[in-house]
């Protein structure tokens, strides 16, 4: 009996240690999936913005948006998205620079 009680006292100091650990990771992880949340909705909030801007030929501000909307892409690391963001973003770049030449 004596051995078992010991054996508790020694490992309830481990086990409120592991309980407090995962706590945190736990807070660590609702943080990190809080800020991709965050992200993702700006990111949509910029998408109608570049919508507008290229229904009215502003590709100065669609391209600025859309390189806002990849890096929003890339930090919150949806994979599938980074790729069409980066074409959408270098498309919106080069007819800039093109009507730019043509001023």
């Known amino acids: 009996m004596k ?5 508790l ?8 240690n592991s309980q407090q650990s995962y706590k ?4 660590n992880q609702f943080k990190h999936l809080n800020e991709r949340a965050e992200n993702l909705e700006y990111a949509l909030r910029l998408q109608a913005l570049v919508n ?4 009215k ?3 100065d501000l669609a391209c ?3 390189s806002e909307i990849y890096t929003l892409v890339k930090k919150a690391n949806v994979r599938d998205m980074m790729h069409k963001a980066r074409d959408q973003k270098n498309a919106y770049c080069a007819v800039k620079k ?4 043509n001023k």
């Not at 051995?3 to 054996?7: E, P, T």
């Not at 945190?24 to 807070?27: G, L, N, P, V």
């Not at 507008?52 to 229904?55: E, H």
């Open 98 to 101: 093109f009507s730019l030449l």
């Open 64 to 66: 600025k948006a859309q």
């Open 24 to 27: 945190e990771d736990r807070i």
């Open 3 to 7: 051995k078992i009680l010991m054996v």
């Open 9 to 16: 006292l020694l490992a309830a100091p481990i086990l409120s």
């Open 57 to 59: 030929e502003n590709y």
């Open 52 to 55: 507008d801007a290229v229904d």
